[in-house]
């Protein structure tokens, strides 16, 4: 298929490789210049509207404000409506409810295909294949994608018609992902307390009763101490926390644990450690503990 | 070897089968007659006294006030330790700390092994002998018994002399579980009010990122809206927090998680639900959001 | 003096009386038609850059939206910029730090002089002519105002030349006043459980240690049960806490009890409680423990 | 009256001193011998019997374990139950709802009169003779120690027959006063990152809405950033809001303030400001900020 690709970040750059691998041809464009970004094997183009056309275009970018920069201001979208065949626009990124459905309306609108597909997975496991891909959208448009899904993840699981259903199973998700680090940061810092090592505690933990993923990955991280470099930035989960709070105030749901979510999180933010990886979440028990963690 | 067992209730019952099964004596007691209650092979005794006896004696009570009246107060273990040859006491309870400690200091002044052995496991674990055992203390007596704890559960994790330490780490994974169920229940809320199905949501994620055992178990119990009979119920998890906090305050270490569930629990408990699962914690957060749940 | 009057809900309405009291020339404006709503001595003028003119205009908008809607999106604040001599604009609503920031910006732009005045007392307080006014801005700019600030409150309270600082000192003090409320509901639910009666609790707390305005109002209305009709809709308290919530992450400044009073706030609406009194909030700690509240 | 007295901490020796202002001949004891203690007038007695005699009894304990200590295991009840006439015990200690209860059975049974009545008042107040007493007990036995209630305070608020209310009651000031505190706390910290001044925001809320005692004097701490000596420990803060914690969770009422005023307070005593004022829980919002406080 021509498929266009736009954001080519450090996940962003896994899943265009692994288009270019299917087969694919494939355009892509990033914001701010990244000389050498591009996988081999794509083309890199000058202008956001040279992306956004073709049968696809994946667009993997980092927050509400630059799909509305990429998508909207900047007339790409307006531009592939008034083309002959317009691309269908599957969009990867984690936002808010309320803009997915805002760009429902707006594609809808503008005849544009719209797919919501954010994926769960880190760069490694992005650059892998073996992406979970949440997608929800017209059944047509997502049919006419599902080669492209089906290159980058190891599985697609459909939502429904309705694309903002998708964010929200992505943004629950990331919010169980913050929970689950948070429970492991406070029930190290109590063992750590009691003389119990992190590593000890969490290895038994992680290897059975929680021998899930999320807790083996961030688990050895908090174990080792280890929050450099960052594979998920601290301040690009306190986003993700907001999201959900945003999302759950929409329907009258509270979320006492995001609460919690968020104020250890502005307080890790507040001792300098935004950049560090999400795990870094159990310095603050460990700090607030009066402990070295 | 010449076992005792003592604590007859859901866990115990199979524990002390798993123990005959594996070719020990095993003479039971129970607080409370429970007719049909000893499982085959295993010879019902009447005093506590006769249970606490031979090569090792295991109890599972039910908490801190159990343990007190039928170890301390009922003068099975001070009769023990007159006795010639006293056996080693194996403590599978989830219990305090401060009792932990407490108990430490009696048996090694009594002269009686200790080892603390809190596992991990719902009752059906329990029967079919695949718990994972948590045990600390005295490499000797922990040698000892090492072939009862070995018929009892699928491994057995040392965490070194301390008995205590053996409690901490039951306590810390209790919390850690409480926090999985109120992350999916929260989750779940949020996906719900965005018409999401709650199944839906919760196959998709303890189906991947958090594919272990308490997710895909309680995950199961959520979706389902099904919370009865309980296999652990909601009243003994408020009681698991408890224990945390009160861990953790002696080490000084913040828990705003547990925090969060003990409100969440003593609201469940006032809504009548502290004999459904400790899985009926969802419950809260789909009531708090005004759905049905 | 003339002034303009814009914004004439609950709060408005009195304020504006007050200002023909004390003898200036007021026009009046609403977004919409209020019938009978110019306080007797003003004029209703039927465009808002009729208003956005004199020596001054103060408005009284009931969020962000408005104020941006009706200073902003309709030109009247360029309109005012063009004349030969622009007013002063007093902006009394509760805002966001971030736009009052922006509002600062734009206003010293176009040349137009800027006070943030937001107001602390409920409407009987504003047509009495009582309120407290928290106000921040050039100091010429808000030299030229006094007298109208003179004329609506008991008191003038000044936090210096940047306007976001006295905003920010209205959201932390109606962040305070919903911490109060929450104190009251959950004390009042601990007592109430243990046979204490609501209005003997409050009347001897907000009658010594508690001696002060807001306690004993709205302790009054939590005795009493008494929610409706609203003097200060709960909707809009949530609307404040979240300002609260937003410009705390602005400084990285966690507000755990923000974040209890989002999650408390969320529920009472989920229940239908909106539009009830900010007081109502005490149902909610009321009901999850089961009570009558 | 014959008036013994029990407790010569920095609450008791003042009130004490009253009780002998009043006319009364007081007996006193403290536990550890405080030279120096005893108030000119008063008789030191060396026997706790000897205090617990007389017309009534008035005893100023740190907490539950000194309250049993003291009055049960002492064998100073039962002393005083077996002599002819005994004292009418009035507890001015802040306790368990639960120790409560039980006291009031016990005195119940051993025929010895018993008010609970504790009070609100920093040790400057208890000197002054202004505290509020909150007492509870058999009309007959609270009509024949009202002249000392009189003589300690400014008034007695009475809460019907049962012992237990008072104490409820008592705990629910202590809360709703740790509430105010961690409240101004997250306030100060939000304004200070906006860069208004502590002082300039305090002086301001607790001089209008929030004019009540708690606010300004802890406020004034706060504002100087002032802790030590302390009126009021930290840690006491603490032992209150578990006071309130279990009384809340024995009426299934979730205490979520409660809740993330534990936190707050573990956190303080992990930094070493245990020793503190209660006030000094305003650091916990400044560090956890990012800033000097």
Redesign the interface.
């Given at each position: 298929m021509e498929v266009g690709f736009i954001g080519l970040g450090t996940m962003g750059r896994g899943i265009a490789a692994n288009l270019v691998a299917a087969g694919h041809r494939v355009r892509v464009w990033n914001r701010s210049p990244r000389p050498g970004a591009a996988p081999d094997g794509a083309v890199l183009v000058a202008q956001v509207t040279d992306a956004f056309a073709g049968d696809a275009v994946l667009s993997m970018l980092a927050n509400d404000e630059a799909v509305r920069s990429v998508v909207l201001d900047s007339g790409a979208l307006a531009a592939a409506a008034g083309s002959g065949k317009p691309p269908v626009h599957v969009n990867l990124a984690t936002i808010s409810?309320d803009l997915a459905r805002e760009l429902t309306q707006i594609h809808r609108a503008s005849g544009v295909g719209y797919v919501a597909a954010p994926v769960?997975g880190r760069p490694d496991v992005a650059a892998a294949g073996k992406l979970?891909v949440?997608a929800a959208g017209a059944p047509e448009a997502l049919a006419a994608v599902q080669p492209l899904l089906d290159a980058i993840g190891q599985?697609t699981?459909p939502?429904g018609d309705?694309p903002?259903?998708a964010n929200?199973?992505k943004?629950?998700?990331n919010?169980?992902?913050g929970?689950?680090i948070?429970?492991?940061a406070?029930?190290?810092?109590?063992?750590r307390?009691?003389?119990?090592a992190a590593a000890?505690?969490l290895d038994?933990?992680t290897g059975?009763?929680?021998?899930?993923?999320?807790?083996k990955n961030y688990g050895a991280l908090i174990a080792a101490g280890s929050y450099e470099p960052a594979a998920f930035a601290l301040s690009l989960g306190?986003k993700d926390i907001k999201l959900?709070?945003a999302?759950?105030?929409?329907?009258?749901?509270?979320?006492?644990?995001?609460?919690?979510l968020?104020?250890?999180l502005?307080?890790a933010?507040?001792?300098?450690d935004g950049a560090r990886d999400f795990a870094a979440l159990a310095k603050v028990?460990a700090r607030?503990?009066?402990?070295d963690g």
């Open positions: 409810v769960f979970h949440v599985r699981w939502f309705e903002y259903r929200v199973v943004i629950a998700g919010f169980m992902l929970s689950a948070e429970a492991m406070e029930a190290t810092a109590l063992a307390g009691h003389g119990v000890d505690l038994m933990l059975t009763l929680f021998a899930a993923p999320v807790y306190l959900a709070l999302a759950s105030e929409a329907v009258h749901a509270p979320m006492p644990f995001a609460s919690v968020r104020d250890q502005v307080d933010i507040a001792q300098g028990a607030r503990a009066g402990q």
